[in-house]
């Protein structure tokens, strides 16, 4: 009985001592602890790297993608009927031809018959012509003739008036000289007339003439139509023809697709269309702007080949009711003329001839509108397209309207900010950045760091 209360109480001893020293530790570590205002306080700080603003002088470049299209594409219409007796080795659906060459003769007899008929009534013309001529010629001897005629009569009558007077002739012999002077007279105003026609004739004629000359250039140049040219070089796409067969004036035999210069159809964004406006110094835009030199780019296994072309003109005058974006061409002034982009591989494969219409291809715009321009690293850029920079010693949020994302970072108006070349833009992360936050710059050799404390 004895031991058991002496353990009780051992164990209510322990417990109590146990409960006394937790009480003393908690209350020597919740004393507050004074620091010297001499000691050093050592700060964990994180280390920040900066880039240099720097102004953009090169225009901003943006890749659009684009399908390749005919420059134009002929129909080659015959513009006389007939049966075709040639047809050129080359007028095959894949072949090229050259300008000015000979694809079909149409059988030529007809029209050169024609031609024939024509001359020969130019010729007869002439005859008529030369024979009027020679009328005329004669009837104004003749009414030469007639008129010194009248004058004799003239005076044989002024004769016989005054010898009738005197009683010397008869009247009878006076009414015979009257009469021989209404004749000179009458014979006068016959050739006169007939001067008058001749000269209606010799207008007709000429007009007669002038129309059988006309007949005769028609037959000439229907007879050259019997050979059908090209006016254009390039490739056949089609042909409907063949010797013997008969074609038709007006009716299209073959198409040739012009290769000596390709289109491009694209389209931009109005942000890109703006830029292109804003190469003159003004943003208003219109249907024809400042041509733009791109780079046409398409890959074959790995390897890019490229070409050289000009953005100048809009396609239509409407946006595309489905993306929103505005048509626009690209005009290839030398589909041949092509060349490799430079990679590290060093490869052998020979560049395609030319571009080809329907190649899907990509497109590198080369515009310098005429605006202020940062870049920086892509990686400074935050979201919300925000910035921080380490100028003066302290931290600044800045809020950038950005232009593009180029391939060495990413392009934003000077006008976003009140911000100048010298400032710093932070390009490393900040642990918890606050506006105002004293830095400090660190040399490093070629970087600048900030240090944020």
């Known amino acids: 009985m004895i031991k058991t209360q002496t353990s009780i109480l051992w164990r209510s001893a322990v417990s109590l001592a146990l409960l006394l020293l937790t009480g003393i530790i908690i209350g020597i570590l919740m004393v507050p602890k004074t620091v010297s205002k001499n000691t050093d306080q050592h700060v964990a700080v994180d280390t920040v790297e900066v880039f240099p603003l720097e102004r953009r002088h090169g225009g901003i470049d943006f890749k659009i993608d684009g399908e390749v299209i005919p420059f134009r594409q002929l129909d080659i219409v015959p513009e006389v009927a007939g049966r075709v007796i040639y047809k050129s080795d080359n007028c095959r659906p894949g072949h090229s031809v050259q300008s000015g060459e000979i694809l079909l003769r149409i059988d030529p007899t007809d029209y050169q018959l024609e031609w024939e008929q024509r001359t020969e009534a130019v010729e007869q013309a002439k005859v008529n012509i030369a024979e009027n001529a020679v009328q005329t010629e004669n ?40 009469s021989s002077l209404l004749s000179a007279e009458e014979t006068i105003q016959k050739l006169e007339n007939q001067l008058r026609i001749y000269e209606t004739q010799k207008n007709h004629l000429a007009v007669a003439i002038r129309k059988e000359e006309i007949a005769v250039k028609t037959a000439q140049l229907n007879l050259e139509r019997t050979e059908v040219k090209t006016p254009l070089g390039g490739v056949v796409t089609s042909d409907s023809f063949e010797i013997s067969s008969f074609v038709q004036r007006g009716t299209s035999v073959a198409k040739i697709l012009d290769t000596s210069q390709l289109e491009i159809q694209c389209s931009l964004y109005m942000k890109q269309l703006q830029w292109i406006w804003r190469q003159t110094g003004t943003e208003n835009g219109g249907y024809v702007f400042s041509p733009t030199p791109v780079t046409i780019l398409y890959e074959i296994d790995g390897e890019q080949w490229a070409w050289e072309g000009t953005l100048k003109t809009l396609d239509g005058g409407s946006l595309n009711a489905v993306t929103r974006m505005v048509p626009c061409r690209v005009k290839v002034d030398d589909p041949q003329s092509v060349g490799a982009v430079p990679t590290r591989e060093n490869r052998t494969s020979n560049a395609p001839p030319t571009l080809f219409s329907g190649m899907y291809v990509s497109i590198i715009v080369h515009s310098k509108p005429a605006v202020s321009l940062y870049q920086i690293p892509e990686k400074a850029l935050l979201p919300g397209n925000t910035i921080w920079t380490a100028t003066n010693g302290q931290l600044r949020r800045h809020t950038i309207r950005v232009a593009a994302t180029v391939a060495d970072g990413v392009l934003f108006y000077a006008d976003s900010e009140e911000l100048s070349p010298t400032d710093l833009v932070v390009v490393s992360p900040l642990a918890a950045p606050v506006e105002g936050k004293n830095v400090h710059i660190v040399n490093t050799g070629n970087k600048n760091v900030a240090v944020a404390r």
């Open 139 to 178: 009837a104004k001897k003749e009414l030469e003739l007639a008129e010194k005629q009248l004058e004799i009569r003239k005076r044989d009558w002024e004769r016989n008036q005054i010898l009738a007077q005197r009683k010397v002739v008869s009247a009878a012999e006076l009414d015979t000289a009257q």
